[in-house]
């Protein structure tokens, strides 16, 4: 089989679904049968400001988002003047010339679609314009659309049948217009892939799915940026499995009902950032004291207060290793993929029963959010520590 690797980079204002385009692109390249790995940006703001989702997608085994982007989808000027420049020589461009002018690069392919106008007059759905761009560049690079009708109908098939309706039409629109006005003028296409099946996870969901299979029946938490969707999925998840799983008022009585649960004989976990980390140091201490198990996962964000809660930042090691009053051992530990957070995950919950102390968990934003397809791990060979 020929060789694929594609990099996907769509730029916009946050509000206009780019991550949520991101994600289904990613889905739907995954269950085709390729490798993916993602990378993503969004302001700090609740809404407004410049999004970004990268996708690489490729036939064989990847490590990285790449260094450069074969494919620029931008939504508005900003996402142009931001990320052009990364496009590698001869790269290609896709914009609505209502809302993007570009300059600067005579190199360029350039693919001209009316995004706005399409999901205006023809979709009638303004918030629909993510979904025509996806039909679009499935028609441009020969991507199954059946892939991404599927996964249209997990994600919004619970909003009604009229929403779905809606965006399974805007799909159909973007990729009629992509075949109708634009002529191929680039070499890509990604087609179907034949590998294996494969999980397709974010760093965060990764660990969840370890603490679960490690054992953990308990499950306290404060929502806080990158670490919140791990209190989220607990919350679906745990109950299935007879456990408990709370949102509870701060990060220190987050942590004080995890021990308090191991105290009581159940396996529990925690997860935060850097904020809610430097509330936990003196329960920190108390675990280590009491010598009673707890794990605590930590997705770092910039500091180094409150900080950039958005951005990617490994800023807590010496507070996780020597953060406390007096000696209090602790072990921690850093896994380097999405993977990896699976398996350390499990190994946390088993180094705190065998030290009956805490266990740190250091992730960063960029590994907690980005999504990777990983091999199907062999659960009959994961043996939980009791």
């Known amino acids: 089989m020929e060789k694929v690797d594609l990099v996907v980079r769509i730029g916009g ?24 790995f993602t990378f993503r940006s969004y302001p700090a703001e609740v809404r407004g400001g410049h999004s970004m989702f990268q996708m690489r997608a490729a036939n064989f085994p990847i490590f990285s988002a790449w260094d450069e982007v074969h494919i620029l989808v931008a939504l508005n000027q900003e996402a142009y003047d931001r990320h052009y420049r990364q496009l590698q020589k001869g790269g290609i461009l896709i914009y609505d010339p209502a809302e993007t002018q570009p300059h600067s690069r005579e190199d360029l392919l350039l693919y001209a679609a009316p995004f706005k106008d399409l999901t205006t007059n023809q979709v009638q759905a303004p918030q629909a314009k993510n979904i025509v761009v996806l039909g679009t560049i499935a028609e441009l690079f020969s991507m199954p659309i059946d892939k991404l009708q599927e996964i249209i109908r997990e994600k919004f098939g619970r909003k009604g049948q009229a929403v779905l309706e809606k965006d399974l039409f805007a799909l159909q629109v973007g990729a009629d217009y992509a075949r109708e006005h634009l002529q191929k003028k680039d070499p890509h296409q990604l087609g179907r892939g034949e590998g294996e099946p494969r999980l397709v996870l974010s760093g965060n969901m990764a660990i969840t799915l370890g603490a679960l299979m490690a054992g953990c029946r308990f499950f306290a938490g404060y929502p806080i940026t990158p670490a919140t969707d791990i209190l989220e999925t607990m919350m679906v998840e745990m109950p299935k499995l007879g456990g408990v799983s709370l949102q ?30 430097s509330l936990m140091t003196e329960l920190i201490g108390l675990a280590a004291m009491t010598e009673l198990p707890a794990v605590i996962i930590d997705v770092q964000r910039g500091g180094p207060a409150t900080g950039i809660p958005t ?30 957070c699976f398996y350390q995950t499990i190994r946390a919950f088993n180094l705190a029963e065998r030290t009956q102390g805490p266990v740190l968990v250091l992730s960063d934003q960029a590994l907690a959010q980005r999504v990777e397809t990983i091999s199907v791990p062999d659960f009959s060979q994961i043996q939980p520590r009791t």
């Open 311 to 340: 951005k990617t930042e490994q800023g807590d090691l010496f507070a996780s290793v020597f953060g406390g009053h007096g000696d209090a051992p602790r072990v921690v530990l850093a896994p380097c993929t999405v993977e990896d």
């Open 248 to 277: 509870v008022e701060d990060e220190i009585s987050a942590l004080a009902m995890v021990i308090g649960a191991s105290f009581a004989g159940k396996k529990g976990m925690t997860a935060t950032s850097g904020p809610g980390l």
């Open 13 to 36: 204002e946050s509000g206009e679904g780019i991550i949520s385009a991101g994600e289904i692109l990613t889905m739907a390249c995954a269950r085709g049968g390729f490798n993916v």
